[in-house]
């Protein structure tokens, strides 16, 4: 039986939201990817999948990070167990807290009986935190305590339940900063980054889109029943020009309508007029300027920037060793300490942070 047997119906006003879509399906049309970045991407998913340490995805809305957390389950020796995805940017705290954890009988008005919770259920396998910074501040210090010793107890119970559980966290929003703003704990962080992938936007690897457009064009097409359509070379063309601030979902849906629509010109005319996600990028993060802040204020921020970019390049000097840093810099460690919170230096690279080169070198064998 073909994978897209089991798509679900999308919605028929062919608008840009996101399609609901059989996981296997997306995930082996991202397969057809042929970047290096995507390669490379790859290459070191397959090598920590067997190294059962919690991995953070960063990227973009509708850059696939679930389907690459799924890949990294179905490589992992938990593959034949359970894969539960939690969005915990969908539910408010009280919810959030009964369903990753479970309630007990009578733990409040309308528990009629227990409910396991969605670690219990996810005993042996790997879950997934998506959205993991829009998680509140409350539940936030509760997973902590869970991804430490992986033990909770139950909404309303009082008797401790272990688990073994592999975690995978994922987020679009940009950690640097909600870690700066303090509306991410650095503590959770650090215990979720022992391996951080970044997924490029489709955008910065455009050799991709003609293999993802053939992909969801073969599988959209089989799946209802369709005659593929051949692509013109000027659809073709507008679709590498174009910058899908929506990523590869965006590229999806488009198929759909490519496929479902007998009007190119209309097809050609979204794709040019449509925002752009680079002109958006630029509009909302433009650098200060005199006009913007005034004098005084840009001298502060040049000398914080230079500030905070000395203090970056010592603790990676250092391997982030703080007492180091802070000596070769000439300052206290509680001073270096309170810079880093103060400019939210995490030290981030292309797959981690500095602070987890050593681990990764390990894991990744290189």
């Known amino acids: 039986m073909s994978l ?80 539960l995805k939690v969005n915990c940017a969908a539910l408010p705290s009280e919810l959030l807290e009964s369903e ?18 969605q670690f219990e259920l996810c005993n042996e396998g790997t879950i997934l935190l998506d959205e993991i910074a829009e998680m509140p501040p409350s539940m936030q210090a509760k997973l902590l305590h869970v991804l430490q010793d992986q033990q909770f107890s139950r909404l309303g119970g009082r008797r401790l339940l272990r688990v073994n559980v592999r975690i995978l966290a994922a987020t679009n929003v940009k950690i640097e900063e909600a870690l700066a703003e303090r509306k991410f704990r650095p503590d959770l962080y650090y215990r979720l980054n022992a391996i951080v992938f970044r997924i490029p936007p489709l955008r910065t690897r455009r050799e991709d889109i003609p293999f993802l457009l053939d992909g969801f064009h073969s599988e959209t097409a089989l799946k209802f029943g369709l005659s593929p359509r051949p692509v013109s070379h000027q659809v073709l063309d507008a679709c590498l020009k174009y910058s899908w601030p929506g990523n590869v979902r965006e590229l999806q849906n488009f198929v759909y309508r490519l496929l479902l629509r007998e009007d190119e010109e209309e097809l050609l005319r979204e794709l ?36 905070k970019q000395i203090i970056e390049e010592m603790l990676a000097r250092t391997c982030w060793n703080r007492t180091e840093a802070a000596r070769l810099l000439k300052i206290s460690y509680k001073s270096l300490r309170s810079k880093i919170q103060q400019y939210g230096i995490t030290a981030m690279g292309h797959l981690g942070d500095t602070k987890s080169e050593a681990r990764q070198h390990m894991f990744l064998g290189e």
């Open 272 to 307: 040019s007029h449509t925002p752009s996600s680079g002109a958006i990028e630029d509009a909302k993060y433009q650098e200060p300027t005199v006009e913007h802040l005034g004098l005084k204020s840009l001298s502060r921020n040049v000398r914080s920037q230079a500030e």
């Open 100 to 117: 990753l954890f479970g309630y007990d009988q009578g733990a409040f008005t309308g528990a009629t009986r227990s409910k396991p919770g």
């Open 4 to 83: 897209l047997a089991e798509v679900r119906p999308f919605n028929t006003d062919f608008d840009n939201s996101v399609a609901e879509v059989d996981p296997s399906s997306f995930q082996r049309t991202l397969h057809l990817s042929h970047s290096p970045a995507m390669q490379e991407l790859y290459r070191q998913i397959d090598k920590v999948s067997c190294v059962d340490v919690p991995v953070l995805f960063l990227g973009e809305s509708g850059v696939g990070k679930e389907y690459f957390a799924r890949h990294l389950h179905e490589m992992s020796h938990r593959s034949r167990r359970p894969f």
